[in-house]
């Protein structure tokens, strides 16, 4: 999977996705939550943020994947190295940290979320 690749895929999540870049980064939201950031910590690199109850579940899918070190090891982040995750893993993963996000935003954000978001092309 190439950066390309994974913007497509994160953008087309649907309409409520905003891309915001920050300095060399991309990071994709829904209702002002943040669940994936793609060029971090490098370039060729992305990190996708699933529920901590979920994350065994995510670094099972990939060689590619591993938790993020340091204090937030076990929070549900996941580094992803884009060139050893093929397209179905990515899908499963933007997917689940989307779901997550849209899930922790309050309900009436929720609703302006699913309903008025636009998408950005990155």
Known sequence: ???DEFSALAVGLGPSVHVKPILEAVQFRVGGKAFA???WPATG???VKVAPSRQVWALSLSAGLAPEPGRRRKSGIVLMQLAAID???AVDLL???WSFAHRSIAPRARGTAASTGRALSA
């Open 87 to 89: 397209e179905a893993v």
């Open 37 to 39: 950031t793609l060029g």
């Open 95 to 97: 997917a689940d940290a």
């Open 45 to 47: 690199w992305a990190v």
């Open 1 to 3: 999977m190439n950066p």
